[in-house]
């Protein structure tokens, strides 16, 4: 397959498309340029090109996205329909309230939806993010404790995000270690935890795929201590309607909307991080809140300890809207998500578990986590299997994360595939264990039938170059 070519290297100037060079043009002669650094190109071959491109683009709409952490379910077209409402789309932020009351309205109730979904009393929508989401509840431990506690514990199984959101706050950080079985060790935590403690910051189920099983001792442990608790709740799609972060005994949470609420994510699009507390932290929360007075619905700014605005507005409310859309169209089907979720990620464990490394043999929560490491003696890396992946016309598996596992091959396939995608991709998962021993060159060269080869992803996201430079006609 050829490269295709940059909308700079065409070059169709002159043709009949292209409008005249020398038509007078109403402008001053000052602001007149003789030439620009543009492409040059006629109207049907911009069409066809980013057509073209387009068709190269692989997404969820057109394949299984298996990628770990990530989420990536199908989003369903009603959210977007819904999202496009007149009413919704073309809303102006500082509209008076007297106009805005359905989104309001909207806004208010979606909070009310979470909160009985993860067990909080309070959320707030303003974050835009998981990480933006963790970020503010670092805020609110901090102006809970003041300069008294000053430690953050993170389980190393935890997301990358919990350490650096701390840190942004600027707390130390502690690590707690994994034990045998995927868990958080608890002799090690109760070692770590004391006095200058102020949050332990806890992702369940974890990036092992694992829900923490002795999560309501390990709440205990830190409450004895004085301490808050946060769960980050980005990996819900395996909690829903089954256990509440809140009944586990957090006190804190964030919801990822763009993951377990099919809002759409990817590519750095908008998110939303909704944070859930408990009341007695709910004087802390970001400002503006939405209230309801009567029957109808205000902001309120005026909370004297609220760590202030987060976020411009209201946070990201064309997410609200599909989320809202999402949780009202399942009802009371939303447990029906996480247990599919669940099993379609067991189901893909026990079936590729002879063929490839298994580090903790359990039941998984909704993604399971494999090591490419069995295939070092044949020369082949998890990178290699992930490239073949794409040969076949799947998205690759996140690769290498989490970083407690060598050579990890995290799946989560999500509750939106069938069985019949499910066996498609472990049969071509077992067809390349069984490449990776007889044929390692395949896996060596792949990607083959992609429109580029193998990249150089490590200068990619290092050193990224993103502008084309032209030949300058100019100079
Ligand atoms: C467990 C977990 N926590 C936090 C995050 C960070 O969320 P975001 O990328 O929206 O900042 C993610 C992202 O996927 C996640 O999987």
């Given at each position: 397959?050829?490269?295709?070519?940059?909308?700079?290297?065409?070059?169709?100037?002159?043709?009949?498309?292209?409008?005249?060079?020398?038509?007078?043009?109403?402008?001053?002669?000052?602001?007149?340029?003789?030439?620009?650094?543009?492409?040059?190109?006629?109207?049907?071959?911009?069409?066809?090109?980013?057509?073209?491109?387009?068709?190269?683009?692989?997404?969820?709409?057109?394949?299984?996205?298996?990628?770990?952490?990530?989420?990536?379910?199908?989003?369903?077209?009603?959210?977007?329909?819904?999202?496009?409402?007149?009413?919704?789309?073309?809303?102006?932020?500082?509209?008076?309230?007297?106009?805005?009351?359905?989104?309001?309205?909207?806004?208010?109730?979606?909070?009310?939806?979470?909160?009985?979904?993860?067990?909080?009393?309070?959320?707030?929508?303003?974050?835009?993010?998981?990480?933006?989401?963790?970020?503010?509840?670092?805020?609110?431990?901090?102006?809970?404790?003041?300069?008294?506690?000053?430690?953050?514990?993170?389980?190393?199984?935890?997301?990358?995000?919990?350490?650096?959101?701390?840190?942004?706050?600027?707390?130390?950080?502690?690590?707690?270690?994994?034990?045998?079985?995927?868990?958080?060790?608890?002799?090690?935590?109760?070692?770590?935890?004391?006095?200058?403690?102020?949050?332990?910051?806890?992702?369940?189920?974890?990036?092992?795929?694992?829900?923490?099983?002795?999560?309501?001792?390990?709440?205990?442990?830190?409450?004895?201590?004085?301490?808050?608790?946060?769960?980050?709740?980005?990996?819900?799609?395996?909690?829903?309607?089954?256990?509440?972060?809140?009944?586990?005994?957090?006190?804190?949470?964030?919801?990822?909307?763009?993951?377990?609420?099919?809002?759409?994510?990817?590519?750095?699009?908008?998110?939303?991080?909704?944070?859930?507390?408990?009341?007695?932290?709910?004087?802390?929360?970001?400002?503006?809140?939405?209230?309801?007075?009567?029957?109808?619905?205000?902001?309120?700014?005026?909370?004297?300890?609220?760590?202030?605005?987060?976020?411009?507005?209201?946070?990201?409310?064309?997410?609200?809207?599909?989320?809202?859309?999402?949780?009202?169209?399942?009802?009371?089907?939303?447990?029906?998500?996480?247990?599919?979720?669940?099993?379609?990620?067991?189901?893909?464990?026990?079936?590729?578990?002879?063929?490839?490394?298994?580090?903790?043999?359990?039941?998984?929560a909704h993604e399971c986590v494999f090591s490419g490491g069995s295939f070092a003696k044949y020369g082949i890396h998890t990178m290699d299997i992930a490239k073949r992946l794409l040969d076949y016309g799947f998205h690759a598996p996140t690769i290498y994360f989490p970083l407690i596992v060598k050579e990890a091959i995290m799946i989560e396939p999500t509750e939106t595939e069938g069985k019949a995608m499910l066996d498609a991709f472990i049969?071509?998962?077992?067809?390349?264990?069984?490449?990776?021993?007889?044929?390692?060159?395949?896996?060596?060269?792949?990607?083959?039938?992609?429109?580029?080869?193998?990249?150089?992803?490590?200068?990619?996201?290092?050193?990224?170059?993103?502008?084309?430079?032209?030949?300058?006609?100019?100079?």
């Amino acid at each position: 397959m050829t490269t295709p070519k940059l909308i700079f290297e065409y070059n169709t100037k002159n043709t009949e498309h292209v409008p005249n060079e020398n038509a007078e043009v109403d402008l001053p002669n000052d602001l007149k340029r003789k030439e620009l650094s543009i492409p040059d190109v006629n109207e049907v071959d911009v069409i066809r090109h980013f057509t073209e491109l387009s068709k190269k683009n692989y997404g969820v709409d057109n394949g299984f996205y298996p990628l770990g952490s990530c989420t990536m379910k199908y989003n369903p077209k009603i959210n977007e329909d819904v999202a496009r409402f007149h009413g919704f789309a073309n809303l102006h932020p500082q509209s008076p309230l007297l106009n805005v009351q359905g989104s309001l309205q909207l806004m208010y109730e979606l909070e009310q939806m979470l909160c009985e979904i993860t067990g909080m009393d309070v959320f707030s929508l303003q974050p835009s993010a998981g990480a933006h989401g963790e970020l503010t509840a670092c805020m609110i431990t901090r102006k809970h404790f003041g300069a008294k506690r000053n430690k953050v514990i993170i389980p190393d199984s935890a997301h990358g995000t919990n350490p650096a959101s701390a840190a942004m706050c600027g707390f130390e950080i502690v690590e707690v270690k994994t034990n045998s079985s995927g868990g958080v060790d608890l002799d090690e935590l109760r070692s770590k935890v004391d006095s200058n403690t102020a949050l332990l910051m806890l992702t369940n189920p974890s990036t092992l795929g694992l829900f923490e099983e002795n999560i309501v001792e390990i709440n205990k442990i830190m409450h004895d201590a004085g301490a808050l608790t946060y769960c980050d709740g980005a990996n819900m799609n395996a909690m829903l309607g089954i256990t509440r972060p809140g009944d586990q005994g957090f006190d804190m949470m964030h919801l990822n909307l763009h993951k377990t609420f099919s809002t759409p994510h990817g590519g750095g699009g908008p998110g939303s991080g909704p944070v859930g507390v408990k009341k007695f932290l709910e004087k802390y929360l970001p400002v503006p809140r939405i209230v309801k007075k009567d029957d109808s619905y205000a902001l309120e700014f005026n909370i004297q300890e609220s760590i202030g605005r987060v976020r411009s507005f209201f946070g990201n409310f064309g997410m609200h809207v599909r989320a809202y859309t999402y949780i009202k169209s399942y009802g009371k089907m939303l447990k029906r998500v996480s247990q599919i979720a669940v099993l379609n990620a067991n189901y893909i464990m026990r079936s590729l578990e002879n063929h490839y490394q298994l580090p903790y043999n359990k039941t998984c929560a909704h993604e399971c986590v494999f090591s490419g490491g069995s295939f070092a003696k044949y020369g082949i890396h998890t990178m290699d299997i992930a490239k073949r992946l794409l040969d076949y016309g799947f998205h690759a598996p996140t690769i290498y994360f989490p970083l407690i596992v060598k050579e990890a091959i995290m799946i989560e396939p999500t509750e939106t595939e069938g069985k019949a995608m499910l066996d498609a991709f472990i049969n071509t998962m077992k067809k390349i264990a069984e490449e990776a021993e007889k044929n390692p060159d395949l896996l060596h060269n792949a990607p083959v039938s992609t429109p580029v080869g193998r990249l150089d992803g490590v200068r990619a996201a290092r050193q990224p170059n993103l502008r084309y430079e032209p030949v300058c006609r100019i100079c």
